[in-house]
């Protein structure tokens, strides 16, 4: 696991969705769990300016330096960059906190020249353009990531976004490189992408394929783990083993998660884990990122039960006394962390959300296995 305390001595403006712990809370509970030992837990390198400018416009970069130098963005920064505005702000540490990520996405990605499983929960910024901030992302790390693992002889890389938001930065920027295949799930109609073009081949729909290595899944609102399941097992796992990668990337993104505040999808963390377990060893090089997740209790007790699974440690039907105190402490100004549930403090593993499995699930498979 590669991580920072940057998660945890700096944080995002005030109000923000990502203005709650997510890593550092992730991290800490892995500690109170005993998961950390000795040599698995790495400090992250900070990306520098030339790192981020293998994918990024040195002038975009630049202007991400100037305005948290300035802590403003000037009205050419908000027009070209989209700095300042839409989701992105201006905050104290709004260069060296998203290059800290892509620092780790970066060192975890050369880590595995060799083979072996990286995990970077503050990674998983699949929105952010070569040179425009985009959907709360400044860079992309995922992107950075998968040169750096071409770079170092992966000849074929498969990316998988199990985010609830469609990975628009990352096929884009391999739309026309048949060395890597991006798969995109997430909740049809919701942005990026427009609620029309779910069944057609807008960007995001199952029938966009981008240069023709890439497939899109927009699944329907109130997807359950049945679903999920159906999903993994009669599209995903075709699609990687057809392609046969040399390096794998999963963003695990907990935004699809049924106690998210700005999705509609309504999987439990069990279905992220299965989905990620089942994928793991179609590689022999796996880079996990974080990614999307708006409710802290949500996506640390997700996260962490990403590490479990990666280093195949059970996960306890209640939490140890330190592991309930740390996610008790949490304060979240949301209507939903008013009067949270008591499992949010007791326990990492959801309970299953299992159901029938719609006809419109059956179809976007059918849709995007063809040829």
């Known amino acids: 696991m590669i991580g920072s305390d940057i998660y945890r001595t700096s944080k995002h403006a005030s109000g923000h969705p990502l203005a709650i712990p997510r890593v550092s809370l992730c991290i800490d509970l892995c500690r109170a769990l005993g998961w950390l030992s000795e040599g698995e837990y790495i400090e992250s390198p900070q990306a520098s300016a030339a790192d981020l400018c293998r994918f ?38 709004m ?19 060799d083979g ?5 929960p503050a990674g998983g910024t699949h929105h952010g353009l070569a040179a425009r901030a985009s959907g709360f992302c400044i860079f992309n790390d995922p992107v950075l990531a998968i040169l750096a693992l071409l770079e170092d002889g992966s000849r074929r890389v498969f990316y998988l976004d199990l985010d609830a938001h469609f990975g628009d930065g990352v096929q884009f920027a391999f739309a026309d490189d048949d060395r890597v295949f991006t798969l995109s799930l997430h909740e049809g109609g919701r942005w990026p992408m427009a609620r029309e073009d779910t069944w057609t081949a807008g960007p995001g729909g199952v029938h966009d394929r981008a240069g023709g290595t890439a497939r899109n899944l927009p699944l329907p609102r109130d997807l359950n783990d049945s679903e999920m399941a ?37 999987l439990s963390n069990r279905a992220l884990w299965g989905a990620l377990d089942a994928v793991r060893t179609l590689a022999p090089r796996l880079l996990v990122l974080g990614g ?7 996506v640390a007790r997700c996260w962490a039960g990403v590490w479990a699974t990666l280093t195949h440690r059970p996960i306890p039907e209640r939490l140890p006394d330190a592991a ?9 100004p949301h209507r939903r962390g ?23 699930v059956y179809k976007l498979v059918e849709l995007v296995m063809r040829p």
């Open 95 to 113: 260069f060296r906190r998203p290059a800290t990520a892509c620092g780790a996405s970066l060192a975890g990605a050369r880590r595995l020249r």
């Open 324 to 332: 309930e105190a740390l996610l008790r402490a949490v304060h979240w």
């Open 56 to 93: 990024h416009e040195p002038a975009y970069v630049a202007a991400v330096q100037r305005c948290e130098r300035r802590q403003l963005a000037d009205a050419d920064d908000r027009a070209r960059f989209n700095l300042g505005v839409n989701g992105n702000p201006i905050y104290a540490d």
């Open 292 to 298: 999307g997740g708006y409710n802290p209790w949500s």
């Open 338 to 360: 008013r009067t949270p549930p008591a499992h949010w403090f007791t326990t990492i593993a959801d309970a299953p959300n299992a159901g029938l499995v719609r006809p419109e």
């Open 230 to 266: 159906v999903v993994i097992a009669e599209a995903v796992l075709p699609l990687i083993e057809a392609f046969a990668p040399q390096a794998l990337v999963v963003q695990c993104g907990a935004d699809a998660l049924a106690e998210d505040p700005m999705t509609k999808l309504s």
């Open 116 to 120: 072996g499983v990286v995990y970077n």
